[in-house]
């Protein structure tokens, strides 16, 4: 039991040093620019050892790419597809409640996602290949939605896949303006206008 316990400590005592490297490396990507950071001030800033910063990262991609794959994590749990089962609640409020979330998701780690916004697109294939396979899940919920609510009689008839594409680019446009920059929001009120410039456009 003894050993199993010192283990136990052990592991969390790595988990705890990887988790503060990583949340130090991204208050030098905000600080100094992600191009700019070099691995020796993460170190100086974590207050560890050159070595010890490699038994965790292998470079200052490899955190990059860790910081990403939490992102990226973390919005998918955000995303819901819309419930039609007896008892649900209203469309528009289940619709109103997964953009909030991902509004607040986007806001929570907003630093991050000021780095992602200004650098990831181009920084290597592997980037790339994560960033549109997650555009895609979402374009792919969004366009199953559509279809649903053409189905119930709530959406005009349209190319959903086409309408999908619109949607996530009107809402990353948004991201870009209002959450790419230090200024405070009110995240509710940003995830409404989406939502109704998405549903209803600019017609009276």
């Known amino acids: 039991m003894a ?47 050159r070595g010890t910063f490699y038994q965790y990262f292998d470079s200052k991609h490899a955190i990059f790419h860790e910081l990403l794959d939490q992102l990226i994590a973390g919005l998918s749990a955000s995303i819901v597809g819309v419930d039609l089962s007896e008892g649900a609640a209203p469309v528009r409020q289940q619709l109103i409640g997964t953009v909030t979330r991902i509004v607040d998701a986007v806001d929570t780690n907003r630093p991050f996602v000021r780095i992602v916004l200004r650098v990831a697109v181009g920084l290597d294939a592997e980037v790339d290949a994560k960033l549109e396979e997650f555009y895609g899940n979402i374009r792919s919920v969004i366009a199953l939605s559509l279809r649903r609510g053409q189905m119930m009689g709530l959406i005009r008839e349209c190319d959903p896949e086409l309408a999908a594409v619109c949607v996530l680019g009107s809402f990353r446009a948004v991201i870009e303006q209002y959450l790419g920059s230090d200024d405070e929001v009110d995240t509710h009120r940003l995830a409404l206008g989406i939502l109704e410039f998405s549903l209803k456009g600019l017609l009276a």
């Open 3 to 49: 050993d199993t316990a010192r283990a136990e400590r052990a592991r969390e005592a790595r988990e705890l040093r990887r988790a503060q490297i990583l949340a130090v490396a991204l208050q030098v990507f905000s600080e100094k620019g992600y191009h700019a950071a070099s691995i020796s001030d993460v170190v100086k800033a974590a207050g560890v050892a």
